[in-house]
Nanobody
Framework: QVQLVESGGGLVQAGGSLRLSCAAS????????VGWYRQAPGKKRELVAT???????NYADSVKGRFTISRDNAKNTVWLQMNSLKPEDTAVYYC?????????????????WGQGTQVIVSA
């Protein structure tokens, strides 16, 4: 009933910028907390940034001042603006959302992941 679709990844030189998008679709009632994660080859998935339904944000120390998470509740879309990119930002980026949806007369809440989008930052 709910699907997340990510876009915006790609290859960029160090110092450049990319903007990732995560669009949710389905019988959505509300989107609660949202997070962007990343996983580099051979490493564990790590939390990059979060945003609450009210707009409160938090960032990993490694991206503070460079990345900005934002959301448009009316469009069910979340973005991750990434500036001053570094080679160590290279990873597959995933959005994760806690979503309440409507189905068969009831409301349900589930934890959903996007398909992942590759970001490669060249030196």
């Amino acid at each position: 009933q709910v699907q997340l679709v990510e876009s915006g990844g790609g290859l960029v030189q160090a110092g450049g910028s990319l903007r990732l998008s995560c669009a949710a679709s389905g019988s959505i009632s509300s989107i609660n907390a949202v997070g962007w994660y990343r996983q580099a080859p051979g490493k564990k998935r790590e939390l990059v940034a979060t945003i609450t339904s009210g707009g409160t944000t938090n960032y990993a120390d490694s991206v503070k001042g460079r990345f900005t998470i934002s959301r448009d509740n009316a469009k069910n879309t979340v973005w991750l603006q990434m500036n001053s990119l570094k080679p160590e930002d290279t990873a597959v980026y995933y959005c994760n959302e806690i979503i309440t949806y409507y189905s068969g007369g009831n409301y349900y809440t589930g934890n959903y992941w996007g398909q992942g989008t590759q970001v490669i930052v060249s030196a």
